[in-house]
């Protein structure tokens, strides 16, 4: 990360990088950014009189980030062009291969739909793919040339739509409901991250007026205790804006605010194409585990263990009439004998909302199956793909299934151990299907898709608070350092305030 910062400090790097997300940046361009930059920073230099040193050291650092800023705004912009392309090609392959119901026909519509870029260039080299007649390997040629449009994006939904289109031109049948269920999704999918992005923007907003505000507080505290020196008329040598105290927590909250700055404008950068998550797939899985073969008489035992030092040692000290250090070690003893509880709540509520985030996605691929497939066939194809919380949770339904396919408990045990209804909801739907059977299943379908775009919702809004609480976190930020900041600045100016009444008696 150092080094690429330092390399980015050559404009011809920096030039390269941003051509790299497909757009040009100028040495113009540089030349006017980093000189507003220089002023800005040496305009606060001024305001809050800091000294040579320190106002050369802000500088060094505004040099450091800018690049990094500049990068992050052009990176930003690429992946919301990216997002935007990867939506607009779904949609039209949807609608172009309904129309011709072939793959190649649909690439070559699709491809007159973008101007010069990434997507349009993928395209061709597909359509080109196809051209040649020969497959790579036993894929097929079809889905080798669509593995090369997925390749740049990494994007399950296109992926999916790629499954659907290959199914629908090499086994035939009827398409048009799951083309509806595609486009559906994409729609809700595309209006929760745009409406994603206008929050993190507006919270990248909320954050920079924080910012202003706090340092013309800051400022205004400064140019306040000053002026004091201007009603005693005093001609002290007393100069409050030199004060080392002063000039340091001028320096670090200057420095501060930069570095927030440039978090929050590192927020807004995201790929919006992969799917969120709480945490990393063997960490989840590590927990998931956990919670399912969660011992209590063991886990107690551990706790009274840890606890058991704590609580001797709390005994001793209040014999030795140390009760500060008595009650210290026995809320620890207290805390160590209850963590196996605290640890197993935490695990579970984090579990349970990976799988909130989790379910749609399979519910998804489970509504398109079920167009050709009944629900275990749909079930069993589905494991491939599901995210990796659902995955031992599947295998087990499988298991529960073959031994009592008719029974309602094979499909409610789904996701037991985890309080969520709409899981429950949706396993009876699916049992409601299975005996039923394809031929009349479109309605629970229907139903289904229902209760799909209501656990999308309640993931996203999960995502989103997540998101929001960490705007939110930001935006406290200069507001705090501000805080510690005039309290110094108070302290100094009351001193100062002191010194100042007595060189007035003394002209007195």
């Not at 607009?88 to 392959?93: D, L, R």
């Not at 939110?472 to 100042?500: C, E, H, N, W």
């Amino acid at each position: 990360m150092k080094n690429s910062v330092i390399r980015l400090l050559n404009p011809k790097n920096l030039q390269r990088e941003v051509h790299v997300y497909g757009y040009h940046f100028s040495w113009k361009n540089q030349f006017v950014i980093f000189l507003c930059a220089f002023a800005g920073m040496a305009a606060l230099g001024i305001i809050f009189k800091l000294s040579f040193p320190f106002t050369v050291l802000i500088l060094a650092v505004m040099t450091m980030l800018l690049p990094v800023l500049i990068l992050n705004m052009y990176r930003h912009m690429y992946e919301q062009k990216k997002f935007a392309d990867v939506v607009t090609y779904i949609e039209q392959m949807m609608y172009s291969f309904q129309k011709s119901g072939k793959v190649k026909l649909a690439l070559m519509e699709c491809g007159e739909a973008f101007g010069d870029g990434e997507m349009k260039s993928v395209i061709e080299k597909a359509v080109a793919y196809i051209n040649k007649g020969k497959a790579g390997s036993g894929d097929g040629i079809l889905k080798e040339a669509l593995m090369m449009i997925e390749a740049p994006y990494r994007c399950r939904r296109m992926h999916t739509a790629h499954e659907l289109l290959l199914n629908a031109e090499e086994d035939g049948g009827e398409v048009l409901n799951s083309i509806s269920l595609i486009l559906e999704d994409t729609e809700n999918w595309k209006r929760r991250v745009y409406k994603m992005q206008a929050e993190k923007k507006q919270g990248h907003m909320d954050n920079i007026i924080s910012i202003l505000i706090a340092t013309a507080l800051c400022a205004l505290c400064l140019y306040v205790i000053d002026y004091m020196r201007i009603l005693f008329r005093s001609d002290s040598a007393i100069y409050v804006f030199k004060h080392f105290a002063v000039q340091l927590t001028s320096e670090v909250f200057i420095l501060f605010s930069m570095f927030i700055f440039a978090k929050s404008a590192g927020s807004l950068t995201g790929d919006w194409l992969k799917e969120e998550q709480f945490i990393k797939k063997n960490r989840i899985l590590q927990m998931y585990n956990g919670v399912k073969n969660y011992d209590h008489k063991k886990e107690f035992l551990k706790s009274i263990l840890f606890a058991m030092p704590f609580f001797l040692s709390a005994v001793t000290f209040f014999f030795l009439s140390k009760k500060g250090l008595c009650m210290l070690f026995l809320f620890g003893a207290v805390f160590l004998l209850f963590q196996h509880k605290i640890g197993y709540k935490l695990s579970k509520q984090d579990v349970t909302n990976e799988i909130y985030i989790a379910l749609p996605q399979w519910l998804m691929d489970m509504a398109l199956l079920l167009q050709n497939n009944n629900v275990q066939v749909s079930i069993i194809k589905s494991a491939d793909h599901a995210p990796a919380v659902l995955q031992p949770e599947l295998a087990a339904l499988t298991d529960r299934i073959r031994k009592e396919p008719d029974k309602l408990s094979a499909y409610t045990g789904f996701c037991g151990d985890f309080y969520i209804p709409e899981a429950l909801s949706c396993m009876k739907m699916l049992h409601s299907i299975s005996e039923s059977g394809i031929g009349d299943a479109k309605t629970q379908i229907h139903n289904l898709l229902g209760h799909i775009n209501k656990l999308q919702n309640q993931a996203d809004n999960k995502i989103n608070e997540q998101a929001l609480f960490k705007m939110r976190m930001i935006f406290s930020y200069p507001v705090f350092a501000a805080a510690v900041k005039m309290l110094v600045d108070m302290t100094v100016g009351m001193f100062v305030l002191f010194q100042l009444m007595g060189s007035a008696g003394g002209i007195v």
